[in-house]
């Protein structure tokens, strides 16, 4: 089990920035992957990027070059910059954690990004 805690998210114009924050109960650094999905109105929630424990990474082609995935194992933290905020990335985004290839998810309650003028 683990439990994830989000923040950071927020109203910003486009164009602008946002830093997310997810905090997770236990050591990460033995966690198989950590990522962050997102969820707009009615659309079902996606894949916006992922860290292995490894380090590789992976984004989906709508964010890549704009947003950067991080994680602090030493503070059992995991990021998301995003930078050059479009409308289209306004979703309440959410923290997921994956204990092993195969194992469950876990999730946390979610933050919401709103991109607007």
């Known amino acids: 089990q683990v439990q994830l805690v989000e923040s950071g998210g927020g109203l910003v114009q486009p164009g602008g920035s946002l830093r997310l924050s997810c905090a997770a109960s236990?050591?990460?650094?033995?966690?198989?992957?950590m990522g962050w999905y997102r969820q707009a109105p009615g659309k079902q929630r996606e894949l916006v990027a992922h860290i292995i424990n490894g380090g590789s990474t992976n984004y989906a082609d709508s964010v890549k070059g704009r947003f950067t995935i991080s994680r602090d194992n030493a503070k059992n933290m995991i990021y998301l910059q995003m930078n050059s905020l479009e409308p289209g990335d306004t979703a309440a985004y959410y923290c997921n954690a994956k204990t092993s290839a195969f194992g469950p998810n876990f999730w946390g309650q979610g933050t919401q990004v709103t991109v607007s003028s």
């Open positions: 236990r050591s990460i650094s033995i966690i198989y992957a």
